[in-house]
């Protein structure tokens, strides 16, 4: 995987603090079994009590208890089948207020003073969407005046209000306690947030299904962000978001004990306005590379352990590749093709051409063999930044501006945080301008706004950083389903238009692949597109696309419910290669066929059949390295 390194000077700037103890403002995030009953909530009031007695400003942010959330929903559903999402929120609202009080109440009792407030009263101001609220703004006044009394402001996550004048309470998504406590950590300039949870931390797997799953000391808001399906149960991804925006140093720990968590690491704060806090710029960045060629296999046959060939080959000729695609197609064979830099694809191509005719479909002798397939005059063109998760405007907005500027899609490539697509070389100047335009990215990429954060933030208490490992962690997602398209003719626009649709429907998506292999039907070139979506949406995304797939000329719409996808994720593998070939090789060692691939720089996901996807994350981790002898306890 290419490209560029992340900012770790920021990263190191920002660690360098930490070494003074110096007395700090600081958001420390209750999650609801933290607060679950009388006792839990007395020793959150002892563990804020202690921090401040140690000469820190704190304010609270709290969940509600234990799953009373759950209980509330359950109710509302047992009165009526879809409830009004208003009075949702009226409902749901409700638990957090519960343990602003009681956790108030405790300290108070213990000699702290403290006073709580609900969202409104503090007044976190979001969009008028209930149960799904985005943060817009956070006053700060009230806040910063008890703060500055010496009182402990214990705040209700999760909840806001629609506007100040209109005063309807919202909130934010299930969740969404995490994405409030980061939030008030940004506006209130807090040096650090901590989220106390049941866990010690993020690991490096699921446990549940990896015994050997270790605790990791610190991850970046990147790999968090890209590792989504595994640590959302932990940190919700909205709140990641928000602390890589504005650079909030974050740790997640245990409120059981005092260990010291993992460290989510952000770049460097850019001084971005407060304003529209959760939705301005969900890019922040229009990168291009012209210096990249593609090697194309088609016709390769569809069993375990091609890829593993293809990419462990190309990885012991040292060739470090980019973008990995692997579709899928009618009958029993696929297509791969991957990006490397210009000056090394000779080498590429050779490995390619030698291992082509190794590959032949033997259980169609007739077909065509493989094919390689060069294409030298490309380059790539991406978007970057945190905020396109369950946005999927985004991607779609990025395919309507090239689709706009009649640059043709030769692959995409998606992840949580950055989208690419191969374009034509002549068409990069072009598309870039066209892109920079519609996300209002200025060149030098330099943002100055109004109403800058400023952080002095004091992350990491471990000092010099070692070289991020390769992986970090990996995850396992059973709840995708895949979606083809057959025959999408292949002209500018095609992908605007798909994924233009799906926006609208509010669908999103995660892998995208487009075939290699173009087939003439009639008379126009045509590609199939391949995608993931969340299973819940498997359904009824499959009749909207048939409904419109003849009026577009589209092909048959397919689904695939019984997949799962694995991915690795880590900064490390940037620059490194091997790391695919080891993941494919991991897979082929035991029979378990890769259906399409899909890879962003720091990220490479497999999707395999469902029935072997906890195989599949337990020998990709085993592989890695990542097993530990250390059994992290996690509580029920
Ligand atoms: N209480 C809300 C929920 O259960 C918010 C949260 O816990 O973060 O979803
Ligand atoms: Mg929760």
């Known amino acids: 995987m290419l490209s560029r390194l992340p900012n770790w000077q920021g990263i190191e700037e920002s660690r ?15 999650g609801g079994t933290s607060v679950g009953s009388v006792e839990r909530i007395q020793a959150v009031a002892q563990r804020v009590y202690k921090t401040v007695k140690a000469g820190n400003s704190v304010v609270v942010v709290v969940s509600a208890m234990g799953k009373t959330t759950d209980g509330l929903v359950k109710i509302a559903k047992e009165i009526a089948q879809n409830p009004n999402r208003r009075e949702m929120d009226m409902l749901l609202s409700t638990g957090e207020q519960v343990t602003i009080a009681l956790v108030s109440m405790a300290l108070q009792e213990i000699g702290q003073p403290a006073i709580s407030m609900t969202g409104a009263q503090v007044g976190i101001v979001t969009e008028a969407e209930h149960t799904r609220a985005r943060i817009l703004h956070i006053e700060t006044e009230r806040l910063n005046h008890h703060i500055a009394q010496g009182k402990v402001v214990v705040v209700a996550g999760f909840q806001g209000i629609s506007s100040l004048r209109h005063m309807e309470i919202t909130t934010l998504g299930r969740g969404g306690s995490d994405t409030s406590a980061v939030a008030i950590a940004a506006a209130i300039g807090a040096n650090f947030c901590e989220i ?14 990896v015994a050997q799953a270790q605790l990791m000391d610190e991850i970046t808001c990147n790999e968090m962000l890209e590792l989504a399906s595994l640590g959302a149960k932990v940190l919700h991804p909205r709140a990641v978001e928000i602390a890589r925006n504005y650079g909030v140093p974050l740790v997640v720990k245990s409120s059981w004990c005092d260990d010291p968590g993992t460290w989510v690491i952000s770049p460097k704060p850019q001084g971005r306005s407060l304003v529209n806090l959760e939705i301005a710029r969900p890019v922040d960045n ?8 593609k090697v194309a296999l088609l016709r390769v046959p569809d069993k375990p352990g091609v890829a593993a060939r293809l990419f462990g080959e190309i990885s ?28 090394i694809l000779k080498r590429a191509e050779a490995v390619a051409a030698a291992i082509a005719p190794a590959l032949r479909n033997q259980s169609h002798p007739n077909s065509d063999e493989a094919e390689v397939m060069i294409e030298q005059n490309i380059a ?19 395919f309507a501006t090239l689709a706009e500027a009649q640059v043709n899609i030769q692959m995409i490539s998606t992840s949580e945080v950055k989208v690419s697509c191969v374009v034509d070389a002549t068409e990069c100047d072009r598309a870039v301008a066209a892109l920079r335009h ?13 109403g800058k954060v400023s952080h002095s933030p004091l992350p990491t208490p471990h000092s010099p950083l070692p070289t991020p490992p390769p992986v970090r962690g990996v995850a396992l997602d059973m ?11 292949d002209r500018p626009g095609m992908a605007a238009k798909l994924f233009g649709l799906l926006a609208q429907h509010n669908v999103s998506v995660d892998m995208i692949i487009q075939s290699q292999r173009c087939r003439i039907v009639d008379g126009i070139p045509r590609r199939d597109i391949a995608f993931t979506v969340s299973r819940i949406d498997g359904e009824s995304t499959q009749q909207m696309l048939t409904q419109v797939a003849s009026e577009l000329g589209w092909g048959e719409v397919v689904l695939d419910n019984a997949i799962a996808k694995v991915s690795i994720v880590g900064a490390g593998m940037v620059g490194q290669p091997g790391i695919a070939a080891k993941m494919f090789e991991a897979l082929a060692q035991h029979q378990i066929n890769i259906q399409m691939i899909a890879t962003s720089e720091i990220k490479i996901s497999c999707v395999v059949a469902q029935e072997q996807g906890v195989k599949a994350l337990q020998v990709i981790h085993a592989a890695f390295g990542l097993a530990g002898s250390e059994k992290v306890v996690i509580p029920v």
């Open 286 to 293: 229009v990168e291009f590379d012209t210096d990249q060629a």
């Open 438 to 450: 519609a996300f209002e990215i200025e060149a030098d990429n330099e943002q100055k706004e109004q």
């Open 380 to 398: 790539k063109v991406s978007i970057a930044g945190a905020g396109m998760i369950g946005r999927p405007g985004v991607a779609a907005k990025m």
């Open 479 to 489: 709840n995708q389903a895949r979606l083809a398209i057959r025959q999408v003719p």
């Open 16 to 30: 360098q603090h930490f070494k003074y103890k110096v007395m700090a403002l600081i958001v420390q995030k209750y």
């Open 316 to 343: 012991r000729q040292n060739v470090d590749v980019d973008l990995i695609i692997q579709s899928i197609h009618e009958g029993n064979s696929n297509d791969i093709a991957f990006t490397v830099t210009a000056p």
């Open 196 to 209: 106390y949870t049941d866990v010690p931390g993020i690991l490096t797997t699921d446990p549940r299904l």
